[in-house]
């Protein structure tokens, strides 16, 4: 309980070690020393609930101290990171059994809990070296991590991996820019600095900055990564990534934006659209734009896991579309939603891998009619999408209606339609997804599946529960949220328990009054319903096709190009493709390369005797020139 | 609810159904000419309650209208199966009855009496809207007396009507 | 200054012949050329014009007539290296034309970038 | 002189194991494998009594002939010579076990005597004081290694001897006229007399002689465009000799020209140049090394890379740049040379220098793909690994004052490491999650190669994770080179 | 007042199912006017509701299939809760018009849900073509909701309502919007040419196909408060709501009456058609709408 930073952050690193030492001796070892070591760092940060830690200096390097912090915004990212990996290590432990490969394992629990740990450091760096350092870490390990999945992960991963170095080299830059000046990268120096600094530097900074932490969050110019990655790796894999790896980039962003750089001073650096300085506006268009874009893709696609990245792609958005707004009441909504999503994605992600352990496809049309054998994945992945799709009473509801609120109190409109139709989009595909895995005709080779082993089953009941607590009680959450808002210099902003009272925002909210308001109409609805004449249970086969008997070997449904008439409306927007942009660059710079790297290193001694005596006549015309070089 | 007896309540929904009887019309051949002008305005049968559905879950009559084949006759009775409690079955024209001008058909049915339980034949070839509307009038009577009672029977001699099917279709 | 332009043509006329020659062997004697020219250069750094050897051999010798003995130390070493690299070079060379069949440099490509 | 640490020894101690070798090998030819272990055992031990001397007095100065300075040649050993004295010392200690189960090819008293001369000549290069020792000990060095480039007489390993030869001897010949230029006007051969004597120059007498210097190391140093030999003499030497030229011998003549632009021609002209230098060879090196189908070849361009970003960091001519540069060139060392061990390892195994044969290597060499991944991830530089803390002081360094044209460099040097770890992120991933070739069935590397990369390697994680008294001692080296107290340690400790 | 709106929360769905029955009949009995019919009886909804509760048999493809109806009305009971009529306001309160937008959506997912697992090609066609046109008309519906409550700067239903006091109705104060909003709550409500979801004759019914019995009487009640919900929230953000509920109904009936005549005129749209249409005029005028109140 009353761990030190320093524990906190050595935990999930020593365990990862312990855990691959112990898998030379059994697998059993190793797997209850992931469990113990990820649920001890879980436990950990529960002393440190509401209490803020100025900083810790744990090192010193080129004469910049390193420090580790906590606050309360750093606890929300604490817990769901930890709680997040403790439950994914929960899910692995089934999940992963069918890797025959005990090494791949051994390093599989070892990477897993070296991301875990890499992200605690980011969450608790104090200053931007920390920081720096432990997410080159969360890049390179949760790079392992993705090529677990097999060959197609390869590809995946190296793209992810590739595109991580850039952003995180961005990141660099800006840091190296941000040590010039303030010959310190604490988080207070920085923001010293860059209080007395130009606008022109500051906003470099921020774009810099911004572009790490876009490739992380996937925000739409550089998102190619992310739909591989994430479909690609492994299952247990999938809900860390997409729930709580590109939360990094929302963290990021937060502490950049309000950590380094207040509002204010960035209000007074540029012109403001909308009451929102220049640059914020326009990362809240890129976010706009992904939550959009990605929304049309993820309605497209027809493997599951595609379809849940894309959606990641776009509820990210709203994340930093959130943050970005630079009001209490958006980056509230903001940081909540990354919670939720933390949530609600890990959940879908955990459904559909149990889907997957169980019948070995993630293919949309290959599925279909599983209620009748997972009813409680059905029911976990039911609670899953109507939070993602932002529906009452469960918690992306609330997350996402902050988020609107704030967009409309700022009178930033064109955001909030793109916001709203990201919002109707995810209930297409998310429907997509239960119809095609849950509803609909049940393949005859799934006729013997059966419910994922209970200890695959806890992380997704956990995390379904978490939907329904936090869309009924989303103050839990706000408790945090505010507080720590508040030491980032945030006005509080009036809630309780059950939402939002009126007076304090344009509109009001009660939670408490949607969900019981929809369980009374409920059962009023069941109780006329079961008065009428009870219904007889027929075959899925007992199905009206005009007449014609349906059999077993039929494919039937219709599960294949769900919105194709939809995909038709949009085509002229998917011919644009940004990842054919930048495969053309590359395959240029390739070409480029290859052609002048062939004509310098020829093989031919001769050329290579010329480059000498280019450089002695050169050497030679420089000092007869009279040692000018300009 | 529990002071009505069953007998009053069977009456009550019996007149329910007479006044809202949804029906799916199997057409074949000449069947589906005869059945425009009964629905369109000049003989509107949607006076009587009476509207055309297009799925058996939600009908109520299953018209029959035009020969019947061995290869549709698989068709009629599974979209017989599928209909809900209460359901009637119309045979419309004389092809249902005897198999009309194809009674010497080997591939038609002659009698759909055999197959399924038809509550109300039509005659003629075809029937004009005024003897169609007549026959739903004499429908909604039946129904109101209980006596269409067909789906009854058919459960009642199930092995008989299943018996004859597989003679026809294998 | 005559020598030092004699050596430097030397090493001029000795990157020629790398450059430019395409027989193992011409390149192998540009080489010499260079060291040649580079020995020479040395020499005549320490060289003055009716200087005696830097050796106190009787008396009178002034010894700022004396050439420097320090380039001519520097020569031998330098000499002792070239010869060692040229032994190195007609080394390879003979194994060179044992693979290759052939002294000319342009064909000896197989390594390339 | 005092103490008993006499840096003379780690001259002469390995040169009598040559001789020893050669000796030996007509009669006893059993030891000789095991004598360059001796020898750089030996070199180890008195580089760790060197240690306290040198890092308390700054120096220490041993002087030959019975002359005093400036006439006698003497060996000069300051921190950062120390350093690489080192660094040559433990990876010639290293690869001398390494060989003994590396090397199998006759004539072996050949190698193993090149080899010792090798390494000697390096370790020469680094504390020799006198500037035409320097340039024995470069011919020396190059002499050695043509020898060792041409060692297994096939095809490419002749035609890659040969072309090193010439160039090589180009070099040298370039490296000895600009000698003797200095030597002309001042008379000197020693380099702090040189320092002093040398300020009266004007730019564009010491430019010419600088130009010449600069060809000649830089041919060695592999700088580009005069590194064309590199890319296909480190392939073709063995293994063990591609981690020596990798790892240590480009870096003491980069060494070389560090020590003489720093004494001699520290003007901002000349660091402007090498900047634009360190740019051109680290880009070219990479984008090559991106190209590779030949596992040493890429490494061997990698190194053309890291050579480059290294000679950048000291071209930027500030204290943080030569710490930059120092903590480079300390990571490159060791990383390069654990990475060819491990290739060389590999290779053996599986015979084949192709990247695609490396698939599935991961599982079945356990302990080289661990650490050739270790060595991977300290060149790329990706924490928590010794070459982030380098990259990370590089790059602060080079934006000390951040202008355009030092923001563009950087720009590049982001963009180049993003090329590095796109190859090396191919390499990894072929390596440990490829599909193996049908029935390959290989075991670990044989146990010299084993210890030998697992020293070095665990050598790379101790720095790694405890860079702290590298970090001290190369800022104590950085402003060592910033103050030139080269000169004045000397002046005091009678070295003139 | 606990008593009070525990009365009117009781009343409420009642009033709304009322409401929407009434226009049920009065659609039959005017549609049949205008093809120059008779019609069927006037109460003949009542006739339909009843007999398909009544009927002797239902058949369920499982518990979801089943449940999809009662999860329509629940959510359309709810969301009748939200909208404030005739000066009654129960839960608008509790969630705005941004929430009433989510909690509409319950129902169509309950029904949606419902459909899917009755494994039928054509239920899932249906749902597809409807979640689309959803998207469809979503796009302008979303941009005139917006103007709204910046004009009047509330998201508050009910203080929408209360601005639009004495005449000052929306409809006059933001015309274009009050067209696009009539478009989309008839787009919203599926009749001509919007009727490609259930499209009968292509795929018989669509969401709706495997449902009969009291299933299908619920469906056909849920569709009662589905015209009250969309022509009420019309009402409310655009004609001024109003004080009694004579005049709310006379409102909602005119509204009712021309959607009327416009289902009885027009064929029916392809499904991306319908898409592109909600996204082309109604959008673009929707924005020019939202762009004059914004720059008022």
Redesign the interface.
């Known amino acids: 309980m009353n761990a030190s930073l320093e524990l906190l952050l050595a935990t999930p690193f020593i365990g990862g070690l312990l855990a691959f030492i112990g898998g030379k001796v059994h697998r059993w070892i190793r797997n209850l020393i992931a469990i113990i070591f990820s649920f001890a760092t879980a436990f950990e940060i529960i002393g440190y609930y509401n209490v803020t830690i100025k900083g810790i200096v744990w090192g010193k390097l080129f004469g910049s101290d390193l420090i580790l912090q906590t606050n309360p915004i750093t606890w929300l990212f604490l817990f769901i990171v930890t709680s997040a990996s403790f439950l994914i290590v929960l899910f692995s432990i089934d999940d992963m059994r069918k890797e025959e490969d005990e090494l791949k394992l051994d390093a599989y629990y070892m990477y897993l809990l070296f991301v875990e740990g890499a992200m605690v450091g980011i969450v608790l760096a104090g200053d931007l070296i920390t920081f720096f350092m432990f997410w080159e870490i969360m890049s390179w390990t949760s790079y392992f991590l993705i090529i677990h999945g097999g060959k197609r992960s390869m590809a995946a991963g190296y793209k992810y991996i590739i595109m991580s170095v850039i952003g995180a080299y961005a990141m660099f830059l800006a840091m190296a820019m941000l040590y010039a000046k303030a010959h310190s990268l604490v988080y207070t120096d920085v923001a010293n600095v860059l209080l007395h600094s130009s606008p022109a530097f500051v906003i470099w900074t921020i774009v810099l900055l911004a572009i790490g932490f876009f490739v992380k969050a996937a925000v739409m110019p550089l998102h190619t990564w992310l739909p591989d990655a994430h479909s690609e790796a492994p299952s247990p894999v999938s809900p860390l990534l997409s729930g709580v790896l590109i939360k990094m980039g929302a963290y990021g962003l937060f502490v950049v934006l309000y950590g380094l750089i207040s509002v204010k001073l960035a209000g007074s650096l540029m012109p403001s659209v909308f009451s929102t300085p220049l640059l914020l506006y326009i990362i809240q268009w890129l976010a706009a734009l992904s939550i959009v874009l990605a929304t049309f893709l993820a309605i497209m696609q027809e493997d599951a896991k595609r379809l849940l990245a894309y959606s990641s792609i776009s509820q990210i958005g709203y994340v930093v579309l959130g943050i970005a707004t630079g009001t209490s009441l958006g980056v509230a909504g903001g940081l909540f939603h990354a919670l939720n999503h933390a949530i609600f994605k890990g959940l879908l992600f955990l459904v559909v891998g149990a889907v997957i352990y169980r019948t070995g496809t993630r293919n949309l049309s290959e599925l279909g009619g599983l209620i009748k054998k997972m009813p409680f994945s059905f029911v976990a992945l039911l609670l899953g999408i109507i939070a993602l799709a932002g529906v009452p009473p469960l918690n992306g509801f609330v997350s996402k209606w902050m988020i609107y609120e704030a967009l409309l109190q700022k009178k930033e409109v064109f955001l909030l339609i793109m916001a709203f139709v990201g919002s109707t989009g995810a209930f297409l595909y998310v429907y997509r997804l239960v119809h095609s895995i849950f509803l609909g005709q049940l393949p005859k080779k799934y006729e013997n599946v059966k419910d994922v082993p209970i200890l695959m089953q806890i992380p997704i009941w956990v995390l379904a529960l978490l939907t329904i607590v936090l869309g009924i009680m989303p103050g839990l959450a706000m408790n945090v949220i505010v507080k720590g808002m508040a030491f980032f210099g945030f006005k509080p902003i009036a809630y309780n328990l059950f939402g939002f009272p009126q007076g304090t925002a344009m509109g009001a909210l009660t939670t408490i009054n949607i969900s019981a308001g929809l369980a009374i109409a409920f059962v009023v609805a069941w109780i006329l319903f079961i008065l009428f004449p009870k219904s007889r249970k027929v075959s899925q086969y007992d199905n009206y096709a005009a007449g014609q008997v349906v059999t077993e070997d039929l494919k039937y449904n219709y599960s294949y190009g769900f919105y194709m008439s939809f995909s038709r409306v949009i085509k002229p927007i998917l011919k644009w493709s940004i990842e054919r942009v930048y495969n053309y660059w590359v395959e240029a710079a390739k070409i480029f390369g290859d052609y002048y790297m062939r004509r310098i290193y020829t093989g031919n001694l001769e050329t290579y005797n010329a480059y000498i005596v280019i450089v002695i006549t050169l050497a030679a015309a420089f000092v007869l020139l009279g040692g000018k070089i300009w | 609810m529990d002071r009505l007896t069953e007998e009053q309540a069977k009456t009550i929904a019996n007149m329910l159904r007479k006044r809202s009887l949804w029906m799916i019309h199997y057409c074949t051949g000449c069947g589906a000419i005869e059945l425009p002008p009964t629905m369109t305005s000049r003989y509107d049968m949607s006076r009587f309650g009476l509207a055309p559905f297009v799925t058996p879950r939600q009908s109520d009559i299953l018209l029959v209208t035009g020969y019947v084949n061995i290869k549709t006759l698989r068709r009629i009775i599974t979209v017989y199966e599928q209909m809900l409690d209460p359901k009637y079955v119309i045979g419309f024209g004389s092809c249902p009855i005897n198999g009309g001008v194809y009674w010497d058909s080997y591939s038609v049915i002659k009698r759909l009496d055999r197959y399924i339980p038809v509550d109300l034949y039509i005659a003629g070839c075809m029937p004009r809207p005024e003897a169609v509307i007549t026959a739903f009038r004499t429908l909604m009577d039946m129904i109101d007396q209980g006596k269409a009672d067909g789906y009854k029977r058919y459960k009642r001699n199930l092995a008989y009507y299943k018996e004859n099917q597989r003679k026809v279709l294998g | 200054m005559i020598y030092y332009i004699g050596s430097l043509l030397l090493i001029a006329v000795g990157l020629y012949a790398v450059l430019v020659k395409s027989n193992l062997i011409k390149i192998i004697i540009g080489l010499n050329f260079i060291s040649s020219g580079v020995n020479l250069l040395i020499i005549s750094v320490g060289y003055i014009n009716n200087g005696t050897a830097p050796i106190f051999s009787r008396l009178g010798l002034n010894p700022n007539t004396m050439v420097d003995p320090i380039p001519q130390a520097l020569t031998l070493t330098a000499i002792v290296i070239d010869a060692s690299e040229l032994a190195l070079a007609v080394a390879f060379v003979v194994l060179l034309y044992r693979h290759y069949k052939t002294l000319d440099i342009k064909k000896i490509r197989s390594l390339k970038w | 002189m005092v103490g008993g640490a006499h840096p003379i020894l780690l001259i002469a101690v390995p040169l009598f194991f040559v001789f020893l070798i050669v000796f030996f090998s007509s009669f006893f030819k059993g030891i000789v494998k095991y004598l360059p272990i001796i020898a750089f055992g030996i070199n180890l031990i008195v580089i760790y009594q060197l240690i306290p001397e040198v890092l308390g007095k700054g120096m220490v100065i041993s002087t030959t002939a019975g002359f005093k300075p400036p006439l006698a040649i003497d060996i000069v050993v300051d921190r950062l010579s120390l350093i690489l004295a080192a660094i040559g010392s433990v990876l010639g200690f290293l690869v001398a076990i390494y060989n003994v189960s590396y090397i199998d090819e006759e004539p072996q008293e050949r190698y193993y005597a090149l080899f010792t001369l090798l390494v000697t000549g390096i370790i020469w290069m680094v504390v020799t004081g006198d500037i035409f020792n320097l340039f024995v000990a470069f011919e020396v060095t190059s002499i050695a290694a043509f020898g060792l480039v041409g060692f297994h007489r096939d095809q490419g390993a002749v035609e890659a001897g040969f072309k090193y030869l010439v160039m090589g001897s180009i070099g040298g010949g370039m490296l000895l006229v600009g000698i003797i230029m200095l030597y002309a006007a001042t008379g000197t051969l020693n380099m702090v007399d040189l320092a002093q004597k040398s300020v009266h120059l004007t730019f564009g007498q010491k430019f010419l002689a600088y130009s010449m210097i600069f060809i000649g190391l830089g041919i060695e140093g592999a700088l580009f465009p005069l590194n064309a030999w590199l890319p296909d003499a480190h392939p073709a030497a063995p293994s063990s000799v591609s981690a020596i030229l990798s790892g240590i011998m480009t870096t003491a003549a980069i060494y070389a020209l560090y020590r003489l632009t720093n004494l001699m021609f520290d003007y901002k002209q000349i660091y402007t140049i090498l900047l634009f230098f360190g740019l051109l060879t680290l880009i070219f090196g990479e984008v090559s090394a991106y190209f590779q189908q030949d596992i040493k070849r890429m490494l061997a361009y990698s190194t053309i890379g890291q050579t480059g970003l290294f000679f950048f960091a000291f071209a930027l001519d500030s204290a943080n740049g030569f710490q930059g540069s120092i903590m480079q060139i300390i990571n490159h060392s060791v990383s390069k040379a654990l990475l060819f061990l491990v290739t060389g390892g590999m290779i053996l195994r599986i015979g084949s220098r192709k990247i695609e044969d490396f698939a599935g290597l991961g599982r079945k060499m356990k302990f080289s793909s661990f650490f050739l991944a270790i060595g991977a991830f300290s060149l790329m530089g990706l924490p928590p690994f010794f070459g982030f803390w380098s990259k990370l002081k590089i790059i602060f360094a080079a934006l000390q004052n951040p202008n355009f044209f030092m923001v563009a460099s950087v720009v590049i040097i982001l963009l180049m490491s993003v090329v590095e770890g796109a190859y090396f992120f191919k390499l990894l991933q072929n390596m440990y999650f490829g599909k193996p070739a049908e029935n390959l069935q290989i075991s670990e590397a044989p146990a010299g190669i084993l210890i030998s990369f697992t020293i070095l390697g665990l050598i790379l994680i101790f720095i790694s994770v405890y860079p702290t008294p590298i970090i001290n001692l190369t800022h104590q080296v950085a402003n060592d080179l910033m103050s030139k107290s080269y000169i004045n340690i000397a002046l005091r400790l009678g070295g003139l | 007042m606990v008593i009070d709106k525990i009365f009117f929360t009781i009343i409420t769905p009642i009033f709304a199912f009322a409401v929407g029955l009434s226009f049920m009949m009065i659609k ?1 009995k005017v549609s ?1 006017r205008i ?7 006037i109460i ?1 909804p009542i ?2 509701i ?2 398909l ?10 518990v ?1 299939f ?1 449940l999809g ?3 329509a ?3 359309s ?2 969301t009748v ?1 939200f909208i404030p009529y005739a000066g009654i306001k129960l ?1 608008t ?7 009433l ?3 509409m ?2 129902g169509s ?1 309950g029904m ?2 419902g459909a ?7 239920a ?2 249906g ?3 409807a ?2 046109l ?2 469809g008309y ?2 302008p519906f ?2 005139i909701i ?2 709204v ?2 004009y009047y ?4 239903l009910a203080d929408i309502v209360a601005a639009q006091a004495h005449g000052h109705w929306t409809l006059w104060s933001l015309p274009l919007s009050a067209i696009v909003g009539f478009v989309v709550a008839y787009g919203a409500l599926g009749e001509h040419p919007f009727d490609i979801i259930t499209a ?2 292509e795929v ?2 669509g969401p ?11 469906l056909v009640i849920n569709h009662a408060f589905h015209i009250y919900i969309e022509i009420a929230l019309f009402v409310d953000l655009f004609l001024g709501g109003a004080t009694n509920v004579l005049w709310f109904y006379v409102k909602m009936f005119a509204v009712f009456f021309i959607m009327m005549l416009f289902d009885e005129v027009y064929p029916r749209f ?3 058609d319908a ?2 249409f909600f ?1 082309k005029w109604p959008t673009i005028v929707a924005l020019i709408s ?1 762009i004059i109140v ?1 720059v008022k």
Do not use: C
């Open positions: 039959l049949a093809e120059r019919r008779y019609g069927p009886p003949q006739y339909n009843l007999k509760l009544l009927k002797e048999e239902n058949i369920s493809h499982g979801i089943s109806p009662v999860i009305l629940a959510g009971i709810l809760l839960f309160g509790s969630g705005d018009l941004i929430a937008m989510y909690i959506v319950i997912l949606a849900l899917g697992e009755s494994a039928n090609p054509n899932s066609i749902i597809s073509r979640l689309t959803m998207l979503d796009l979303v941009i917006i103007s409550v910046l700067h509330t998201t508050n009968p004759h018989a019914t709706m196909v495997e449902y009969g019995g009291k299933h299908l009487g619920f392809k499904i991306d898409v592109r996204w939202l914004l």
